[in-house]
């Protein structure tokens, strides 16, 4: 399975953005798809993940609230709704597919990453 991640951008405070991320088939051994991201000089942070198979989303504390992660299992795709975008939230962001179910993403769960999309927000 290849990850293509997508939509990243230069967007204004308070602007939004949608990442998509787009499997390259299904598999059975992977149960959640999720985003990271990596600022400059920072480690890879979770940002949210969903299941395939239900609606149990989980989000980081910075990410509740403006992002909304989602998924159209038909066409083995993932998208991360990005609103009310902040400076901080510059990154480059990760799809990830992870064969956990339950519980917060770290990168130790992570399958198969996709490459980043870069997501610049000015000020």
């Known amino acids: 399975v290849q990850l293509q991640a997508s939509g990243g951008g230069l967007v204004q405070s308070g602007g939004s953005l949608r990442l998509t991320c787009a499997a390259s088939?299904?598999?059975?051994?992977?149960?959640?798809m999720g985003w990271f991201r990596q600022a400059p000089g920072e480690e890879r942070e979770f940002v949210a993940a969903?299941?395939?198979?239900?609606?149990?989303?989980v989000y980081a504390e910075f990410a509740k609230g403006r992002f909304v992660i989602s998924r159209d299992r038909p066409r083995n795709t993932v998208y991360l709704e990005m609103n009310s975008l902040k400076p901080e939230d510059t990154a480059v962001y990760y799809c990830?597919?992870?064969?956990?179910?339950?519980?917060?993403?770290?990168?130790?769960?992570?399958?198969?990453w996709g490459q980043g999309t870069l997501v610049t927000v000015s000020s």
């Open positions: 088939r299904g598999s059975s051994t992977i149960h959640r």
């Open positions: 990830a597919a992870s064969g956990t179910w339950v519980g917060p993403l770290r990168t130790a769960d992570v399958d198969i």
């Open positions: 969903i299941p395939w198979l239900t609606s149990s989303t």
